[in-house]
């Protein structure tokens, strides 16, 4: 509980500082009272229609990227896995790009994000197509695998093929992760998917924690591991899609918020659930406030960011695998 307690009160320090902190130079009182009251027509507009959507999405974004990483690892008992690992990122990402490149997305601004939504449900039914209703974790890694591969493929041909420069270097930006220039309606397009995402997983503690004796002994216990598998990839793809659906292809949360997190909780799955979305919001408001503040008129990208951060920390997991092996 304390732990939970500590990275609460972290996140609404961030939250507050995402609130505060941008190229306009806004004193703390007036920025407060215009977005309580509405008082202030300029400083109503950048608090309300900027900086709150950027703020809700960067907790709803993290939360969601940390609380499926943790799932995953739980699932498949591998500190290892991330996200990612079932296909459903590169696949709303080709949806994104198809938007982007046909022009749709110019003319109807929620296409977007709709379309990355697509991608992911897509490829949710093609993974499960893929694995069969009782295919074990190798064969849905092998799934996801090939469907990343093939989702990652078409997009170098979107790209490779473009005849519009500009189109294709939209696509390099969104694709590199960001939360700027978002509004509340890609807020509202997100919080559904995601609450479906954080419903289904939320349930899924008992059967993680008891996964981890193996699964003969979970079964013996009265897990369903279908049941407990269909849980994880349709909450884990909600929450994965809808996140990469409102600000693109940001790395490397799922997989280090998790890994950083398990040591406090006791390694318990069902106590690393909500420490790793608390922990994993307060990764992702902190890298967009670092990005503000780093290079204010270069506008760096939130995906680029998290992944020279997250890197190394990687690097330091594998490093302690391999020495544990030795």
């Known amino acids: 509980m304390r732990v939970l307690a500590a990275l609460g009160l972290l996140v609404a320090a961030l939250f507050a500082a995402s609130l505060l902190v941008g190229p306009a130079a806004m004193g703390l009182g007036p920025s407060l009272r215009a977005l309580v009251t509405g008082e202030g027509e300029a400083v109503v507009l950048v608090?309300?229609?900027?900086?709150?959507?950027?703020?809700?999405?960067?907790?709803?974004?993290?939360?969601a990227l940390g609380l499926a990483g943790a799932a995953m690892q739980g699932f498949l008992r591998n500190p290892l896995a991330e996200p990612g690992l079932i296909g459903v990122s590169p696949a709303a990402s080709l949806g994104a790009v198809l938007a982007l490149q046909t022009g749709v997305a110019a003319v109807w601004a929620p296409a977007l994000p709709l379309a990355a939504l697509a991608g992911a449900a897509g490829a949710v039914a093609l993974l499960f197509v893929l694995a069969g209703p009782r295919g074990g974790a190798l064969t849905l890694i092998l799934a996801g695998i090939a469907l990343s591969a093939l989702a990652g493929a078409?997009?170098?041909?979107?790209?490779?093929?473009?005849?519009?420069?500009?189109?294709?270097?939209e696509i390099v930006f969104w694709m590199m992760g960001s939360l700027a220039d978002r509004s509340m309606l890609h807020v509202s397009l997100a919080a559904p998917f995601m609450l479906v995402g954080v419903v289904l997983l939320a349930r899924t503690g008992r059967g993680l924690d008891a996964l981890t004796l193996g699964e003969d002994a979970a079964s013996a216990l009265g897990v369903s591991l279908e049941?407990?598998?269909?849980?994880?990839?349709?909450?884990?793809?909600a929450l994965v899609g809808a996140a990469t659906a409102v600000a693109g292809a940001v790395g490397f949360v799922g997989l280090v918020v998790p890994h950083l997190?398990?040591?406090?909780?006791?390694?318990?799955?069902?106590?690393?659930?909500?420490?790793?979305?608390?922990?994993?919001?307060?990764?992702v408001l902190a890298a967009d406030i670092a990005t503000r503040l780093i290079a204010p008129d270069r506008d760096l990208k939130l995906g680029v960011l998290t992944a020279i951060v997250g890197a190394p920390f990687f690097f330091?997991?594998?490093?302690?695998?391999?020495?544990?092996?030795?």
């Open 47 to 63: 608090m309300r229609e900027i900086r709150l959507p950027r703020a809700l999405l960067g907790v709803m974004v993290g939360a």
């Open 154 to 169: 078409l997009v170098a041909l979107v790209l490779n093929l473009s005849p519009n420069p500009f189109a294709a270097m």
């Open 227 to 237: 049941r407990l598998r269909l849980q994880v990839v349709i909450g884990v793809a």
């Open 261 to 283: 997190l398990r040591p406090l909780v006791g390694a318990r799955p069902s106590a690393l659930l909500p420490a790793a979305a608390l922990g994993g919001a307060a990764v």
């Open 316 to 326: 330091r997991l594998i490093w302690s695998m391999r020495r544990g092996m030795e």
